[in-house]
C-alpha cells in the first residue's frame, strides 16, 4: 500500500528525444506527487509536483501526466539534453497523518550528445 | 538564502561505534525529515519532525536509530554500535508551511562509510 512503483530503471536517450519515466502508486490517501532530479553527490532538488485533480502540469520541457483511476503518473522531458542526465525519482506525499513521503526506487537518465 | 546544510560530508567509523549526523534546515521551516539513500537505490524515509516533535518515526531500522530537534531548528541522527550496513548517505529535507508541507528541499547529504 505504501509503495511507489518507478520504471525504467535506467534510460538512455538522443539529445533532442523524448524521455519518459513512469511510477505507480497504491495508497489513493496520497494527494501530492512530486518529481525529483539528483545529481551525483548533490542532494535531490524538486523539478515538478502535481496534485490529483488535475491531469497535467508543464513547466518548460518537463511534463507530468497523471492518471488517477490506472493510479499511475509520468514525467516527460522534452528536446532532452546533455545537462539533464541525472537520476530521476517520482514519490507521492500524504498530508494527513504526517507528511510522509514515499519514494520510487530512481531512473538513471543519460542524454547521449 | 542559505539552503539545508549537513555535517560532516563525509564519515568514516569503525563498526561499532556511534555516530551523530547534524542537519541545519532552512530558517523558518518547522518540517525536518530525514532519508537514507543506499548506493543506486531510492530514498528511504526514516523520520519526520514537526517543530521538535517527532509524529512519525516509522521509517526508523533499529533502536540503535534515534534523533532529536531542538529550538524547531537543528536535528541530530545518531546511529549507535553502527553496522556495515548502516553504510550509506543520510539525506536531510526541510519544509515549510507557507510553501505547502510537501514541498522539500533537502541537503547535500552525509555519507557514511562503516569499515
Known amino acids: 500500500q505504501q509503495q511507489v512503483k518507478q520504471s525504467p530503471q535506467s534510460l538512455i536517450v538522443q539529445k533532442g528525444g523524448i524521455s519518459i519515466i513512469n511510477c505507480a502508486y497504491e495508497n489513493t490517501a496520497f494527494d501530492y506527487f512530486p518529481w525529483y532530479q539528483q545529481f551525483p553527490g548533490k542532494g535531490p532538488a524538486l523539478l515538478i509536483a502535481?496534485?490529483?485533480?488535475?491531469s497535467e502540469k508543464k513547466e518548460g520541457r518537463f511534463t507530468i501526466s497523471f492518471n488517477k483511476s490506472a493510479k499511475q503518473f509520468s514525467l516527460h522531458i522534452m528536446d532532452s539534453q546533455p545537462g539533464d542526465s541525472a537520476t530521476y525519482f517520482c514519490?507521492?506525499?500524504?498530508?494527513?497523518?504526517?507528511?510522509?513521503?514515499?519514494f520510487g526506487a530512481g531512473t538513471r537518465l543519460f542524454v547521449k550528445a | 538564502g542559505a539552503g539545508v546544510s549537513q555535517s560532516p560530508s563525509n564519515k568514516v567509523t569503525e563498526k561499532g561505534k556511534d555516530v551523530e549526523l547534524r542537519c541545519d534546515p532552512i530558517?523558518?521551516?518547522?518540517?525536518l525529515y530525514w532519508y537514507r539513500q543506499s548506493l543506486g537505490q531510492g530514498l528511504e524515509f526514516l523520520i519526520y519532525?514537526?517543530?521538535?516533535?517527532?509524529?512519525?518515526k516509522s521509517g526508523l531500522p533499529s533502536d540503535r536509530f534515534s534523533a532529536e530537534r531542538t529550538g524547531g531548528s537543528v536535528s541530530t541522527l545518531t546511529i549507535q554500535r553502527t553496522q556495515q550496513e548502516d553504510s550509506a548517505v543520510y539525506l536531510c529535507a526541510s519544509s515549510s508551511p507557507g510553501r505547502g508541507p510537501y514541498e522539500q528541499y533537502f541537503g547535500p547529504g552525509t555519507r557514511l562509510t562503516v569499515t
Open positions: 519532525f514537526q517543530g521538535n516533535s517527532a509524529p512519525d
Open positions: 514519490a507521492a506525499s500524504r498530508g494527513t497523518g504526517g507528511f510522509k513521503t514515499i
Open positions: 530558517s523558518g521551516h518547522t518540517a
Open positions: 502535481i496534485r490529483p485533480d488535475v
